[in-house]
């Protein structure tokens, strides 16, 4: 089965830059299309953005296009999430997932999900 494991997260200030790591074991990411969510407190889990495995194709949220950028080394089995011009409002717990299904943006899709890395922007 697949397992996938987040790093990156921590606390930042506002306009700051992290870069989230997503390694994967149990399965190939090249063979996946991956994604990135976040839930913040009080709030549902939401689309953040996501690669399909052929094409390079990368769709994004409206909230943070721009400013995030998904990739993916398939030396290294890991998916990345870039995150630049950080704003308090991006605070929130994130997830990768991997699910062979094209419908990206729905998280009910993905089949594998890792355990999440706290992310707090201060202002």
């Known amino acids: 089965q697949m397992q996938l494991v987040e790093s990156g997260g921590g606390l930042v200030q506002a306009g700051g830059s992290l870069r989230l790591s997503c390694a994967a074991s149990?399965?190939?990411?090249?063979?996946?299309?991956m994604g990135w969510f976040r839930q913040a407190p009080g709030k549902e889990r939401e689309f953040v953005a996501a690669?399909?495995?052929?094409?390079?194709?990368?769709p994004v949220a409206d909230s943070v296009k721009g400013r995030f950028t998904i990739s993916r080394d398939n030396a290294k089995n890991t998916v990345y999430l870039q995150m630049n011009s950080l704003k308090p409002d991006d605070t929130a717990v994130y997830y990768c997932?991997?699910?062979?299904?094209?419908?990206?943006?729905?998280?009910?899709?993905?089949?594998?999900w890792g355990q999440g890395t706290q992310v707090t922007v201060s202002s």
């Open positions: 997932a991997a699910t062979l299904s094209g419908r990206l943006v729905a998280g009910r899709e993905y089949d594998y």
């Open positions: 149990g399965g190939t990411v090249s063979n996946y299309n």
């Open positions: 690669i399909y495995w052929r094409g390079g194709i990368t």
